[in-house]
């Protein structure tokens, strides 16, 4: 009988040692794919999406394009300016914070950038120079309430392509400049955007020397009202010219009848509420046209950014 008990005994044990190995190696199995899943999570990339970056390139000294082109390269993607400058980079992510622009005869240019996922990232003219980017110009950001102004921080301010944001009291400092930028009094030398706000060109009325460049107080109009809700679409997109926003009329085929919107002449800005499907949206006066697909009503669609 005892020798029966005891037998009985070491299969028992024998037993619990396979049950407790058995446990032991699923919870290494899981630790395993446990720290697999986390490395995995830990390693992936957040991004913010990609965006569309337009442009023109000009000599600082003479206002006309590079002949050859330059070559303008940013977040990895790379274009050559055509005859007039312009040029349009697609799929550039937007956590890209410089770029740089090279032309021959020119010295190379190192763009710093603040981009917007979500839009066309339109960095105006960017000046090159035989000589070298040595001017600094710095100012304030505000609007003027009765007189009294407030501090406008968040904006994006752009100056000769290079662009920043203003801090909490609205300050901004852009280095690396072309000395010469704004020979035209005329013509703006950049441009500030602010949520709520219009905007705004820069222009000044001596061009940038060597060094400090105090642009002073550069004043926003007043808010724009945000009580309008905006119009439902499923696409929206941009056209510019020359890298500028640009205000013309797109339409959109095929549709019962014909489909045209005007671009916003400040954001260069277009919408359409149309059912799912493949569309063309064309831009008038040059015929250049882009395609873009609307999968679902829910979810609005940015068309391919038309460049004139």
């Keep these: ?33 446990t720290g697999c899943g986390g490395g995995g999570g ?27 082109g330059a070559v303008v390269t940013i977040g990895g993607q790379q274009a050559t300016t055509d005859a007039t400058g312009a040029f349009t980079l697609t799929s550039v992510s937007s956590s890209a914070t410089s770029g740089t622009v090279t032309a021959t005869g020119e010295q190379p240019l190192t763009l ?13 003219t960017i000046y090159v120079s035989s000589t070298g980017y040595t001017a600094i110009a710095s100012g304030t950001v505000a609007s003027s309430t009765n007189g009294v102004n407030k ?39 950049g441009n500030i955007q602010a949520t709520g706000y219009v905007n705004k060109p820069i222009t000044v009325q001596f061009p940038l020397a060597t060094g400090s460049n105090p642009l002073g107080t550069l004043l926003l109009g007043a808010p724009i009202a945000s009580s309008t809700p905006g119009q439902p679409f499923t696409i929206y997109g941009f056209v510019t ?15 019962v009848g014909p489909l045209v919107a005007q671009t916003n002449p400040v954001t260069g800005e277009y919408f359409f509420w149309v059912p799912a499907g493949t569309y063309t949206v064309q831009e008038l006066s040059s ?22």
């Design 112 to 124: 710093a950038l603040h981009l917007t996922s979500g839009q066309v990232n339109a960095l105006g």
């Design 42 to 68: 830990g390693g992936g990339s957040t991004g913010t999406g990609n965006t569309t970056v337009s442009g023109t390139v000009l000599l600082v000294e003479t206002n006309l394009p590079p002949s050859p």
């Design 287 to 308: 015929g250049t046209s882009k395609t873009v697909t609307v999968t679902s009503t829910a979810t609005p669609v940015e068309a391919p950014a038309i460049g004139l």
């Design 1 to 33: 009988m005892s020798v029966l008990n005891s037998g009985r005994m070491n299969r028992s044990r024998n037993s619990l040692a396979k049950i407790s190995m058995i446990i032991l190696l699923m919870s290494l199995v899981t630790v395993m794919l």
């Design 151 to 189: 501090p406008i921080s968040g904006a994006t301010v752009t100056i000769g392509g290079q662009s920043t944001v203003t801090a909490s009291d609205g300050t901004f400092t852009i280095s690396n400049l072309p000395v010469g930028l704004g020979t035209d009094p005329t013509t703006p030398i």
């Design 241 to 255: 010219k020359g890298g500028n926003p640009f205000s013309t009329s797109v339409t959109l085929s095929p549709t």
